[in-house]
């Protein structure tokens, strides 16, 4: 079973406009990775936020972790249709035996229009 | 720097057939992985492999799902017999070193159709 819960599920913006997307996981964590998915690249890397952290900046990317609340958001400035995409949260296990192992949540497709 | 390569991109088989999903990683990734992910889900884990050895195959189905990665390179997904539910895209992924502390490498992935 999936351990991240995304929300929205669905996002529909308009081209300029920031996009941001929330995710929670259940169990402790070593990280908290966010990945990008469309028909055309496979699913990509965004950025990795280590659990000691709370912030982290990718160019147009912002990513927050908060390890009280088990939760991360997603901040995507200046969208462009491009960005068109499922976006997927996965966090990375830190004992037992969900070390080391990347769970991934359901996803949250966003939808840029031009 | 080549991707992780897969093999093939599409499959369509009839319930109770065998089918086989070959993955190639990025050269001097020790960690492997297969995903399988079902439409409109995120990526869920079948097997992880460091070099040879097997980290994590606890949601692998072993009654039908088989894998290995012979030399700590190549790596094969076999499923005998299918089932209509194993209908999904399976991802083949690679990184440095694995235990989710960095970035993983996915390739295009193998759609799979059960009829």
């Known amino acids: 079973s999936q351990q991240g819960e995304e929300d929205p599920q669905a996002l529909s913006i308009q081209e300029g406009e920031n996009a941001t997307m929330n995710c929670s996981y259940k169990?402790?964590?070593?990280?908290l990775q966010w990945y990008r998915q469309n028909s055309g690249r496979g699913l990509v890397h965004l950025i990795l936020?280590?659990?000691?952290?709370r912030e982290k900046h990718s160019g147009r990317l912002r990513v927050t972790l908060d390890t009280s609340k088990k939760s991360s958001s997603l901040l995507i400035t200046a969208s462009r249709a491009a960005d068109t995409a499922s976006y997927f949260c996965?966090?990375?296990?830190?004992?037992?035996?969900?070390?080391?192992?990347?769970?991934f949540g359901q996803g949250t497709i966003l939808t840029v229009h031009p | 720097e080549a991707g992780v390569a897969q093999s093939p991109r599409y499959k369509i088989i009839e319930k109770r057939q065998s089918v086989a999903f070959w993955c190639n990683p990025i050269?001097?990734?020790?960690?492997l992985y297969w995903y399988q992910q079902i439409l409109g889900q995120g990526p869920k884990l079948l097997i992880q492999?460091?070099?040879?050895?097997?980290?994590?195959d606890s949601q692998l189905p072993k009654d039908r799902f088989s894998a290995e990665r012979l030399k700590g390179v190549d790596s094969t997904l076999k499923i005998q017999p299918a089932k209509l539910e194993d209908s999904a895209v399976y991802l083949c992924?690679?990184?440095?070193?694995?235990?989710?502390?960095?970035?993983?490498?996915f390739g295009p992935g193998t759609r799979l159709t059960v009829t």
């Open positions: 996965a966090s990375g296990g830190a004992g037992g035996t969900s070390y080391g192992k990347l769970t």
């Open positions: 169990t402790s964590i070593n990280n």
């Open positions: 936020i280590r659990s000691n952290e």
């Open positions: 050269s001097g990734h020790a960690t």
């Open positions: 492999f460091q070099n040879n050895g097997v980290v994590d």
């Open positions: 992924a690679s990184s440095w070193a694995g235990r989710g502390r960095n970035e993983q490498y």
